[in-house]
């Protein structure tokens, strides 16, 4: 997979790769601890679909920072902010329940995530004040999806946090599925996700 991402200003380097799969391990660490099973995809968007699919995942959330040197040099926090995305495209895998699906857990996501960057967003994917797309193929598996950009176009302040805070963000996505699960605590209950 590209490597994309940037450096610190004291040289500590970013990858957003390697940060979102970092953020992936420690939600899904969370997730165990609460009793849910939990996949962990590390291959393409097409592929962690399919894997989503073949494993009859109940959640499916894709993880990003767009860790871009583009505008890692920024030190405005309205540079950066954490963005969740829900289906919307009606007849591609996204029925009006998907929709409804995908817009409760993308709002359990935001509310308990948080970043340094001021420029919060729930969107839908083809909300061109949010994303350039029209269709973010990531979200449309079998499962309920929600598309996660834990910093938005990253800014310098974004990934120092990250470095400076590990665990933070994926157990903010932890428990934002498990509020959109409803908080089951029955030590044999389990529920397949998958978070890629």
Same mark, same amino acid.
């Given at each position: 997979?590209?490597?994309?991402?940037?450096?610190?200003?004291?040289?500590?380097?970013?990858?957003?790769?390697?940060?979102?799969?970092?953020?992936?391990?420690?939600?899904?660490?969370?997730?165990?601890?609460?009793?849910?099973?939990?996949?962990?995809?590390?291959?393409?968007? %097409?592929?962690?679909?399919?894997?989503? =699919?073949?494993? *009859?995942? +109940?959640?499916?959330?894709?993880?990003? /920072?767009?860790?871009? @040197?583009?505008?890692?040099?920024?030190?405005?926090?309205?540079?950066? %902010?954490?963005?969740?995305?829900?289906? =919307?495209?009606? *007849?591609? +895998?996204?029925?009006?329940?998907?929709? /409804?699906?995908?817009? @409760?857990?993308?709002?359990?996501?935001?509310?308990?995530?948080?970043?340094?960057?001021?420029?919060?967003?729930?969107?839908?994917?083809?909300?061109?004040?949010?994303?350039?797309?029209?269709?973010?193929?990531?979200?449309?598996?079998?499962?309920?999806?929600?598309?996660?950009?834990?910093?938005?176009?990253?800014?310098?302040?974004?990934?120092?946090?990250?470095?400076?805070?590990?665990?933070?963000?994926?157990?903010?996505?932890?428990?934002?599925?498990?509020?959109?699960?409803?908080?089951?605590?029955?030590?044999?209950?389990?529920?397949?996700?998958?978070?890629?």
């Amino acid at each position: 997979m590209l490597k994309t991402g940037c450096n610190t200003t004291a040289g500590v380097a970013y990858s957003e790769v390697d940060g979102a799969q970092a953020i992936a391990i420690q939600a899904k660490n969370k997730l165990l601890a609460y009793g849910y099973t939990v996949y962990v995809g590390y291959d393409w968007p %097409g592929e962690n679909i399919k894997n989503s =699919n073949s494993v *009859g995942a +109940n959640l499916h959330i894709p993880i990003h /920072s767009n860790a871009g @040197a583009w505008d890692f040099s920024s030190l405005n926090p309205a540079s950066g %902010g954490t963005h969740t995305f829900h289906c =919307n495209n009606i *007849g591609t +895998n996204c029925n009006s329940t998907r929709q /409804s699906q995908s817009k @409760a857990l993308g709002t359990r996501l935001r509310e308990r995530m948080t970043s340094p960057g001021t420029s919060d967003k729930q969107c839908s994917d083809n909300n061109t004040s949010c994303t350039p797309l029209t269709r973010l193929g990531e979200l449309y598996t079998n499962a309920v999806p929600a598309y996660v950009e834990a910093e938005f176009h990253t800014y310098g302040i974004g990934v120092t946090s990250y470095l400076q805070k590990p665990g933070t963000v994926g157990s903010e996505i932890a428990n934002g599925v498990d509020a959109h699960l409803g908080f089951p605590r029955p030590p044999t209950f389990r529920s397949p996700g998958v978070i890629s």
